[in-house]
């Protein structure tokens, strides 16, 4: 559970005033990397610790032009288990540095309140005491 919150912490998405209405913020949790080992272990926190069943969890990823979209489609699939109904439109950015040489970025999100206001305080209570700075 340390690590979920850990990469939630550092990696995440922190809440953020919606621009749409006065005094309205957004609460989702996201986390965003290139790494599929981290964004497995944050999968299996939310799925394990949070009970949040694959069905709620939405997908995202980017990659760079030429770098093999479906098979990086299938891949991240295969990592995450979440169905590719459940993915957003790939964003494709110009051409990268390292054009077919890497997996892309994915983002996993998940919707609800409550379920940020769980998290962070969860994140509070096993968290709040190490990042005190006298």
Same mark, same amino acid.
């Given at each position: 559970?340390? +690590?979920?919150?850990i990469?939630?912490?550092?990696e995440?998405? @922190?809440?953020?005033k919606?621009?749409?209405?006065? =005094?309205?913020?957004?609460?989702?949790?996201?986390?965003?990397?290139?790494?599929?080992?981290?964004? @497995?272990?944050?999968? *299996?926190?939310? @799925?394990? *610790?949070?009970? +949040?069943?694959?069905?709620?969890?939405k997908a $995202?990823? $980017?990659?760079?032009?030429?770098?093999?979209? @479906?098979k +990086?489609?299938?891949?991240? $699939?295969?990592i995450?288990?979440?169905?590719? +109904?459940?993915? =957003?439109?790939?964003?494709?950015?110009?051409?990268?540095?390292?054009?077919?040489? =890497?997996?892309g970025?994915?983002?996993v999100?998940?919707?609800?309140?409550?379920? %940020? *206001?769980k &998290? $962070?305080?969860? %994140?509070?209570?096993?968290?709040?005491?190490? &990042?005190?700075?006298?």
């Amino acid at each position: 559970m340390l +690590i979920g919150l850990i990469i939630w912490w550092c990696e995440g998405t @922190k809440i953020r005033k919606d621009k749409r209405w006065k =005094n309205s913020f957004v609460k989702v949790i996201e986390v965003t990397n290139c790494n599929h080992e981290l964004i @497995k272990i944050f999968i *299996d926190f939310l @799925k394990l *610790d949070l009970n +949040i069943p694959v069905s709620k969890m939405k997908a $995202q990823i $980017q990659v760079h032009r030429g770098d093999g979209v @479906k098979k +990086i489609e299938k891949f991240w $699939q295969s990592i995450t288990g979440i169905p590719k +109904i459940q993915f =957003n439109k790939t964003i494709i950015r110009e051409v990268g540095h390292k054009p077919g040489k =890497n997996l892309g970025t994915f983002k996993v999100r998940v919707y609800g309140r409550d379920l %940020f *206001d769980k &998290l $962070q305080s969860m %994140f509070t209570k096993e968290l709040g005491d190490l &990042l005190i700075i006298e």
